[in-house]
T-cell receptor
Framework: DQQVKQNSPSLSVQEGRISILNCDYTNSMFDYFLWYKKYPAEGPTFLISISSIKDKNEDGRFTVFLNKSAKHLSLHIVPSQPGDSAVYFCAALNSGGSNYKLTFGKGTLLTVNP | ETGVTQSPTHLIKTRGQQVTLRCSSQSGHNTVSWYQQALGQGPQFIFQYYREEENGRGNFPPRFSGLQFPNYSSELNVNALELDDSALYLC??????????????FGPGTRLTVL
């Protein structure tokens, strides 16, 4: 069963606009969340993370929001750039349990059009 | 500082055969995790090795096994290959075992096709 869900397989936005990628989780034991970016023929690259003690974490153009009651998180990219075009994976873990094990969603393909 | 490398890039095997995939960790990293990414899916955790010992395992059968060497290179071995083993296999190295405090750096993967 999918414990981490990314329900949008793809998203297309214009350069300079905001990209919003969504992720839902079902396991209430998850308390740490990460976003990875993957270009073709490369491995996933860590982008940004958030602990469940926070509801927002920001790093430059990237901001992650966490809504624990809804078991939902989102990644905002502002402004979007063509180089942001990639597959974005949401991942989660239980830091107090199997803290070595990342559970990934299926990914969302983001295309930023010039 | 070198990145994480994996070999081979692509591999074709037939059902029932055995395969060994290799990973060279980033310099100094003592932990390696292996993931299987089937087509259209996200990476799924297979197991993690820390200082040459298995530290944790996902929902994979025993025919998936691993080794980690003192020089922090590692192997993933799969016996009795099945068609469903066709996937991209990713390794990720890190300074420590916790994925929340120790960033995992992924290699580009090995694409395994089982016919």
């Amino acid at each position: 069963d999918q414990q981490v869900k990314q329900n949008s397989p793809s998203l297309s936005v214009q350069e300079g606009r905001i990209s919003i990628l969504n992720c839902d989780y079902t396991n209430s034991m998850f308390d740490y969340f990460l976003w990875y970016k993957k270009y073709p023929a490369e491995g996933p690259t860590f982008l940004i993370s958030i602990s469940s003690i926070k509801d927002k974490n920001e790093d430059g153009r990237f901001t992650v929001f966490l809504n624990k009651s809804a078991k939902h998180l989102s990644l905002h990219i502002v402004p979007s750039q063509p180089g942001d075009s990639a597959v974005y994976f949401c991942a989660a873990l239980n830091s107090g349990g199997s803290n070595y094990k990342l559970t990934f969603g299926k990914g969302t393909l983001l295309t930023v059009n010039p | 500082e070198t990145g994480v490398t994996q070999s081979p890039t692509h591999l074709i095997k037939t059902r029932g055969q055995q395969v060994t995939l290799r990973c060279s960790s980033q310099s100094g990293h003592n932990t390696v995790s292996w993931y299987q990414q089937a087509l259209g899916q996200g990476p799924q955790f297979i197991f993690q090795y820390y200082r040459e010992e298995e530290n944790g395992r996902g929902n994979f059968p025993p025919r998936f096994s691993g080794l980690q060497f003192p020089n922090y290179s590692s192997e993933l071995n799969v016996n009795a290959l099945e068609l469903d083993d066709s996937a991209l296999y990713l390794c990720a190295s890190s300074w420590g075992t916790s994925a929340s405090t120790d960033t995992q750096y992924f290699g580009p993967g090995t694409r395994l096709t089982v016919l």
